[in-house]
């Protein structure tokens, strides 16, 4: 069963740094696109970045406007681990938000809608 749990949110002061990790089971990561999300208190949930694998193995990203330049996404295949990694620097406090990872067959998607699975979530507070 396709399983993904997050971890690594915090509480941050403004302008630091957190990593978080979707750790994913019950699939080939390879055939699927990952995608974060985050849900900020009374607003819709807003996707934030995605990671696919291209044609020839590599790796293709996505971000949203907002975190360009400052958050990036990766993924580690070594061994027996299939995690996602969104490294977020320079964090603002209009990044506070639950952010969740997703994961759909392929390819990337900016339609929360087509995402078919989800993690619980991980709560993300950026406050001095």
């Known amino acids: 069963q396709l399983q993904l749990v997050e971890s690594g949110g915090g509480l941050v002061e403004p302008g630091g740094s957190l990593r978080l990790s979707c750790v994913a089971s019950g699939f080939t990561l390879d055939y699927y696109a990952i995608g974060w999300f985050r849900q900020a208190p009374g607003k819709e949930r807003e996707g934030v970045s995605c990671i696919s694998r291209s044609g020839s193995g590599g790796d293709i990203t996505n971000y949203a406007d907002s975190v360009k330049g400052r958050f990036t996404i990766s993924r580690d295949r070594v061994g027996a681990k299939k995690t996602v990694y969104l490294q977020m620097n320079s964090l603002k406090p209009e990044d506070t938000a639950v952010y969740y990872c997703?994961?759909?067959?392929?390819?990337?998607?900016?339609?929360?809608?087509?995402?078919?699975?989800w993690g619980q979530g991980t709560q993300v507070t950026v406050s001095s």
């Open positions: 997703a994961a759909r067959r392929w390819s990337c998607s900016s339609s929360r809608g087509d995402f078919s699975s």
